[in-house]
């Protein structure tokens, strides 16, 4: 397929592009001016080609639209330490959230359990578009989830835990015997008669031990972010700092740790305490701290359709167009460890985008398709 005569908004170096896409097997084949008879040529007229834009922090498909509790399964609340529970097997590939998401041009997203878990399982990153979650991960699992603050508080008041110490502690406890857990395994060598009992949940977090698996971190509040930092430094893991919504308060520190934040859900009512500081000018302080930022929908709390409305109030409040693209696409992209694939316009790189007829971040504007793996999977009748 050949996409002549477009805006290619590229969120590479070269970040506007006026020529021509070549997409050959699923790939971005070539950019700028292209001749070639052997393609099915669409000539877009002066359309905008946008990459196809990227969620890092989501629940698509795992809480289904339009029924209760049969079709949610993002939290289970049964136990405050389950990372042995996968994000895949909980999500559904046909709910008409994901159609509303791809039809706006989202065409990857990161989706997995809630917050109410002190260690709430997996999550993976899919493509928006197929019938089976099997084919349309592209990474999994891309990240553990974890939470602080006021929802393990609340979820497990009556049993478990009633004060922030204690979420940190059981998470401390987890990451302790993890690391116990691995060095009897490797001390064994191989002899099954010197390998510890098998335990599902440690298994699981082995890779976040290793480095290789970075812990997703619920924490709106900065004394909850810091202790997500203070954590990751006692046990040298990765993590990111998911809703960051305190993280103008101590952007500097933020800043200092290298962890990336992905801000929001602000398009939201302050239905808490800790939501007291939520605005659309943090993703515009942390960017001016230099610190890597996306933004999110955290859907299904806000409907994943509106991320590039979320982008553009964030723009509203001082982000930078570009950056605000950015932070949907590559941005996004790079946090997840997939901007290899996706998250912008280059020779290599799936052929992924959505093309319409104005920016992105404007709700006036119509998208007109999506193409994932270029493959056209969403046209305006």
Known sequence: MLLKNAQIYTMEEEQVIKGDILIQNGRIAAIGHVETEDEVCIDLNGKRVYPGMVEAHCHL???????????????????????????????????????????AGITTVAAGPGSANVIGGTFVAYKTYGVSMDEMAIKN?????????????????????????NVAALLRETLFKTKEYLARKEAAQGD?????AF???????????????????????CDDILTVLRIAKEFDIKVTLDHCTDGEIIKKQIK??????????SLTHKSKYELAN????TPYELYKEGILIAITTDSPVVPQ??????????????????????????NAA???????????LKVGKDADMVICDGSILDPQTTVYHTIIDGEIVYSKA
């Open 61 to 103: 498909g795992m809480e289904e639209s339009a029924i209760r509790s049969e079709g949610n399964d993002v939290n289970e609340s049964s136990d405050p330490i389950t990372p042995q529970v996968r994000g895949i097997d909980g999500c559904y590939p046909l709910d008409e959230t994901i159609v509303n998401a791809r039809n």
């Open 141 to 165: 699992p891309v990240a553990m989830k974890c939470a602080f603050g006021e929802n393990p508080k609340r979820v497990y008041q009556d049993s478990r835990i009633k004060t922030r110490m």
């Open 192 to 196: 099954i008669t010197k390998m510890p």
């Open 199 to 221: 335990d599902m949940k440690l298994e699981a977090m082995i890779p976040v031990i290793q480095g290789e698996l970075p812990l997703k971190c619920h924490a709106h509040r």
């Open 256 to 265: 200092d740790s290298g962890f990336a934040a992905i801000v929001g859900p």
């Open 278 to 281: 939520k605005s659309f000018k």
């Open 305 to 330: 359709e509106y991320l590039p409305l979320c982008a553009g109030l964030a723009m509203k409040e001082g982000l930078p167009e570009i950056e605000a693209v950015k932070a949907i696409t590559i």
């Open 334 to 344: 790079k946090i997840l460890g997939l901007d290899e694939r996706i998250g912008s």
